[in-house]
């Protein structure tokens, strides 16, 4: 198949952007904008370099790509960075996601916004689409801000609620905390979680795909993207350390508020994933499932 549909892909060396690109296909002509050069070059990609993502450089770049849709994953995502750095926060999650929704809503485009699950307040799961938010922290309080600046492109909006990301990096780098926790296990050393927490993790292959789905289909409004399982971080982590080959006694519990600076967290914001279910061809897994689908791709590397 020819390339045909422009997409354009933002933080593109980062964990979620890394899996979209390795698994666009042809079906789309590839632009990722990234504020550095490519963690991992590949042909078909066009790598644009913007390193002010301030309104007029970006201005003059989506001029000269005209995307026709725009997967946004780029963002200040580290919860206590963002409490903080509270003007740096606003000025990349709210601010520059208003520029590209000025920006679709003037050439037509559509946009495909990544939100999260912890903009609810934990108290309420597990939460469905229509849920009301209730940010308990300044990361969360940004992109509720930027979901509303972005429902206002209406028809040609998706916002895309991620529940807790797992994967090892597809392309490039970014935020995986699975990663970091593996490089622990190897060197001997034990893995503090929060106990109390509960989530619904998706693995960083099926959010890649199902945000592709979401880009080229018709879609509009708000989806959770999330696994088929609520679990607490601690058995999360012990899971994982069972299916990696390590032992559960490397895992330790943590109980709330025990480390200096840490944002407030959300006690469970398990996500309600019955309409990506009912809508989206891309399945959404167990967490064995999804274990199962990141140890494949990653005995099978992208090329
Ligand atoms: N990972 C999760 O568990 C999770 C859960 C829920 C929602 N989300 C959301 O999903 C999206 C992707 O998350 P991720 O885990 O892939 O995050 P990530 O690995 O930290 O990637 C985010 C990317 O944003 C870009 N970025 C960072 N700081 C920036 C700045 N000051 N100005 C402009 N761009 C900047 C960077 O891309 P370049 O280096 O290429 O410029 C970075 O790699 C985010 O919107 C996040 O809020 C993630």
Request: net charge positive; charged share 20%.
């Amino acid at each position: 198949m020819i390339a045909h549909r422009k997409l354009l892909v933002t933080g593109a060396n980062g964990f979620v952007a890394g899996s979209i690109l390795a698994q666009a296909g042809d079906y789309w002509q590839l632009h990722a904008l990234s504020r550095g050069a490519s963690l991992a070059p590949r042909k078909n990609l066009r790598w644009q370099v913007c390193d002010s993502l301030s309104a007029a450089p970006l201005t003059r770049l989506f001029h000269e790509i005209k995307p026709e849709v725009v997967i946004h994953t780029a963002a200040l995502a580290d919860i206590d960075f963002c409490q903080a750095n509270p003007a740096a926060a606003r000025e990349v999650n709210i601010e520059l996601t208003r520029t590209l929704a000025n920006l679709c809503a003037d050439s037509g485009g559509k946009l495909v916004f990544c939100s999260t699950d912890t903009i609810f307040d934990g108290e309420r799961a597990p939460y469905k689409e229509a849920d009301v938010p209730g940010p308990v922290n300044l990361y969360a309080e940004t992109k509720v801000a930027a979901e509303q600046i972005v429902s206002a492109l209406g028809t040609r909006a998706v916002i895309a609620r991620l529940a807790l990301v797992v994967g090892l990096p597809v392309l490039g780098a970014g935020n995986s905390f699975l990663a970091r926790m593996i490089a622990s296990f190897k060197d001997g050393r034990t893995v503090g979680v929060p106990a109390h927490e509960i989530r619904t993790p998706v693995d960083v292959i099926t959010a890649g795909r199902a945000l592709l789905e979401l880009a080229a289909g018709d879609h509009h409004g708000i989806f959770h993207l999330a696994g088929s399982e609520r679990l607490n971080r601690f058995e999360m982590a012990q899971r994982i350390a069972r299916r990696f080959g390590f032992s559960e006694k490397l895992v330790t519990a943590q109980p709330p508020a025990t480390t200096p600076g840490r944002a407030p967290r959300p006690r469970d914001v398990s996500l309600a994933n019955a309409k990506a279910c009912a809508t989206l061809q891309t399945p959404m897994r167990t967490f064995d499932d999804a274990l199962s689908l990141i140890l494949e791709t990653a005995a099978n590397p992208a090329t």
